[in-house]
């Protein structure tokens, strides 16, 4: 079975503090995503790397930035964390760059900026 | 314009009904489909995909219609454990995909 494991399941965070989110999955998927999840809004991607040290802007990449050294492992980092980005982030994983490869997500991290 | 839009529900039917929704989708090149099925706090799962000729996994049943644009899903016989919110989900033409928001189903006893 595909696992996908992220950090943590809920945070609490201070306005303008950076924040660091961690993804790791253990299938040797080439694909990594990060989506937020807002009530009404359905799941709205963020960042994607197709390789290691590669990335791409998705949906809504502004306040946000990404780092993948390994294959495993893919990082969302809030620079300086807003109130509006108080959110359910959630990170996914698929084989090969085809649209018909099933996304295999984490548990969710919840993050709350006070 | 949403790229996918689903009625959010939410669908109270008691345990052994028939329960039917769509979704709808803006981009006519999109080439893949998928309904995702997401529990209450818990991350989404695939549930199936949608081929065009229709296609059925047990008690779930799922059509695309590309003339019109939509996706439906039917659930036959209804269980307690059908309770979920079902995400509809459609590919851009590239290997990112396109969330609903989400119709929530829930089955009384």
């Known amino acids: 079975d595909v696992k996908v494991t992220q950090s943590s399941r809920y945070l609490v965070k201070r306005t303008g503090e950076k924040v660091f989110l961690e993804c790791v999955q253990d299938?040797?998927?080439?694909?990594m995503f990060w989506y937020r999840q807002d009530p009404g809004l359905g799941l709205r991607l963020i960042y994607f790397?197709?390789?290691?040290?590669?990335?791409e802007k998705g949906d809504i990449p502004e306040g946000y930035s990404v780092s993948r050294e390994k294959k495993e492992r893919f990082s969302l980092i809030l620079e300086s964390a807003s109130t509006n980005q108080t959110s359910m982030y959630l990170c996914?994983?698929?084989?090969?760059?085809?649209?018909?490869?099933?996304?295999?997500f984490g548990p969710g991290t919840r993050l709350t900026v006070l | 314009r949403k790229e996918v839009e689903q009625d959010p529900g939410p669908f109270n039917v008691p345990e052994g009904a028939t329960v039917a929704f769509n979704c709808t989708y803006s981009?006519?090149?999109?080439?893949?489909f998928f309904w995702y099925r997401q529990d209450c706090r818990k991350e989404p799962k695939l549930l199936m995909s949608?081929?065009?000729s229709g296609n059925e996994d047990g008690r779930f049943t799922a059509q695309l219609n590309r003339a019109s644009q939509y996706i439906s899903l039917l659930i036959r016989d209804s269980k307690l454990s059908d309770s979920a919110t079902y995400l509809c989900?459609?590919?851009?033409?590239?290997?990112?995909?396109?969330f609903g928001a989400g119709t929530t189903v829930t089955v009384r006893a």
């Open positions: 996914a994983s698929s084989l090969g760059t085809s649209s018909y490869n099933e996304q295999f």
């Open positions: 299938m040797d998927h080439e694909n």
């Open positions: 790397s197709y390789d290691v040290k590669m990335k």
């Open positions: 981009n006519s090149a999109s080439q893949s």
């Open positions: 949608v081929y065009s």
């Open positions: 989900v459609v590919s851009r033409g590239d290997y990112k995909l396109s």
